[in-house]
Each structure stands twice: as structure tokens, then as C-alpha cells.
């Protein structure tokens, strides 16, 4: 499985656009890039998943370069509500047995 | 439409003792996995179910075993409880069907602590 590398902690403010990259060197060609957030004593919730390019929802957009070593999560216009713990997540999902393994996250906190 | 469920919330039990820990999945889903998540850690895999068989397992010792019922709620049993035993256990349910996205839907977990 591909180890992931993201910063341990990020600040910001409100209103402003928060962008998480992610390390992923060994990513396999079936491997997809998901990730996930999750608030304190809550099971992490899926945000938005990606095999590259750009995706975009509701919520935030991923981007993947074309060597897909790396991506980022792009959150626009944060609200104190974001403050929580993003999960950088790589695994080949096409099976429905994913096995997924999480590193220790990015710390977001988002200040008035 | 009931996400996924899991009993009890929190827990406290001294070394040595066994707990089980119980999930249901979200509807219609059959895949269950179960995490353990330490305090300031990320969710470690600890084992998934499909079809009531163990389809894949962490670097988990054998004290942790689960089982997996016909109606695909699951079961997560500790046993021989250790003080780092301490820690959220998540459940996580989804869909087996081949090509469909991997979003995993966890339960809010069960807290247990050992004394």
C-alpha cells in the first residue's frame, strides 16, 4: 500500500482557501486518492475521491498532477466549521475490499 | 435511511477482561471493517468482513477476532484486554460490487478504556 506524507497541522481563517497537498511516491496504477475528515470522537466522513485530474463537489475540489505522486485538497472559503482532522488516503478501491490505511492526518484549525 | 451503528458508545474495562463490540451497517450495505483509532493516531485496520468471513486483517494480534452475522452486522471481540488496548474502535460498512467508489461510511465508535 502507498505511504502517504501531509504537513502535520495547518492555520487559517475564515473565508480564506485552504489547499492540503499530499505526498503519495508509490502510488500504484490502480490506486485511487481519497480523502476523508473527521471532527473529535466522530468516525471520519468521506469528502472526495479522485484518480486524476481534477474533481470537484459540494465541498472541495482534488487535484492530481499528471505523474499523480502528489494531489491537494482545495477547500474554498473555510469556516470555523472545517476545523478538523484531513486524512490523505491511496488505495485501489476497484475491488470493493479496500483495505485502507490512514497516516496521522493534517490538523486543520480555522480562527475567526 | 440509518447510517452506521455501533454499541456500546463507551466502555470501561480492567486488563485481563474481554469485550465485544457490536456494528451495523448502513442499508444495503454487506462489507464491514473495523478500525482502531488511538488518541492523536489515525484509524489503524484491524480486519474486514464480507460473506461472514474474514476477507483481509491488519497487524493485528489474534486476541482481536470478529464474526460477521447474515444480516452483515459484525461483531469485534477483544480479548486478554491490554492498558494500550485503550482506544476508539470505528466500524466502517460498504458496498462489495466491484467498480463501485470506495467511500467507507463509519460509525461515531465505540470508546473503550482499560483500567
Known amino acids: 500500500l502507498a505511504k502517504t506524507t501531509q504537513p502535520i497541522s495547518m492555520d487559517s481563517y475564515e473565508g480564506q482557501e485552504v489547499n492540503i497537498t499530499c505526498s503519495h511516491n508509490n502510488i500504484a496504477t490502480n490506486d485511487y486518492i481519497t480523502w476523508y475528515q473527521q471532527f473529535p470522537s466522530q468516525g471520519p466522513r468521506f469528502i472526495i475521491q479522485?484518480?486524476?485530474t481534477k474533481v470537484t463537489n459540494e465541498v472541495a475540489s482534488l487535484f492530481i498532477p499528471a505523474d499523480r505522486k502528489s494531489s491537494t485538497l482545495s477547500l474554498p472559503r473555510v469556516s470555523l466549521s472545517d476545523t478538523a482532522v484531513y486524512y490523505c488516503l491511496v488505495g485501489d478501491i476497484q475491488t470493493g475490499f479496500q483495505k485502507l490505511v490512514f497516516g496521522t492526518g493534517t490538523r486543520l484549525l480555522v480562527s475567526p | 435511511d440509518a447510517g452506521v451503528t455501533q454499541s456500546p458508545t463507551h466502555l470501561i474495562k480492567t486488563r485481563g477482561q474481554q469485550v465485544t463490540l457490536r456494528c451495523s451497517p448502513k442499508?444495503?450495505?454487506?462489507?464491514v471493517s473495523w478500525y482502531q483509532q488511538a488518541l492523536g493516531q489515525g484509524p489503524q485496520f484491524i480486519f474486514q468482513y464480507y460473506e461472514e468471513e474474514e476477507r483481509q486483517r491488519g497487524n493485528f494480534p489474534d486476541r482481536f477476532s470478529g464474526h460477521q452475522f447474515p444480516n452483515y452486522s459484525s461483531e469485534l471481540n477483544v480479548n486478554a484486554l491490554l492498558l494500550g488496548d485503550s482506544a476508539l474502535y470505528l466500524c466502517?460498512?460498504?458496498?462489495?460490487?466491484?467498480?463501485?467508489?470506495?467511500?467507507?461510511?463509519f460509525g461515531e465508535g465505540s470508546r473503550l478504556t482499560v483500567l
Open positions: 466502517a460498512s460498504s458496498l462489495s460490487l466491484q467498480g463501485v467508489t470506495g467511500e467507507l461510511f
Open positions: 442499508s444495503g450495505h454487506d462489507t
Open positions: 479522485g484518480y486524476k
